[in-house]
């Protein structure tokens, strides 16, 4: 079914911009203290929200049953890359994290970047686990990428930035 009428595509378009602008998946920045200039290496990894934790069925007489929510989810795991230097910048990055007591460390998401972003979550207690990286004898056009698991807390703690105007990129 098409949507015909100007004034309905009219008024989308109106809900759509009282919306705000939308966070393109481009427009984040991962920065791990201590580690900073890691950041710029990192090619992706998800951005952590706070839910409600997995559905709970609750079973009642004569066969009813509902939903209830557990416990909201404060840890994460998700996936992560990077690529590296010819200098090997990751490697001893890791090096360094891994001679840390419990290999952890404590990290930033930015909407934007550290010095103008729109918001930035914490991370805290993080745990990387690096998979090895594949190479390709005729694949001359890419970058190494290297993947892996990353583990943390995310409690919703976030505070906004400076860049608090929209089209200002």
Known sequence: MTVSRISTLQDIFNLSLAAGDRELASDFYFEIIGEEQIGILMKGFSVPFISAGEAVE???PVGSSHWQ????????QSAVQFTETVAGTLDAFLMRIVARPGAKFDARIYSGTPDNFSRVRFLRQCLVKIDPADVDHENRQSLLLVSGTLSYHYFGESKPGPRLLTNVR
């Open 58 to 60: 609750v079973p009642g």
């Open 69 to 76: 929510a557990s416990q909201v989810d404060y840890k994460f």
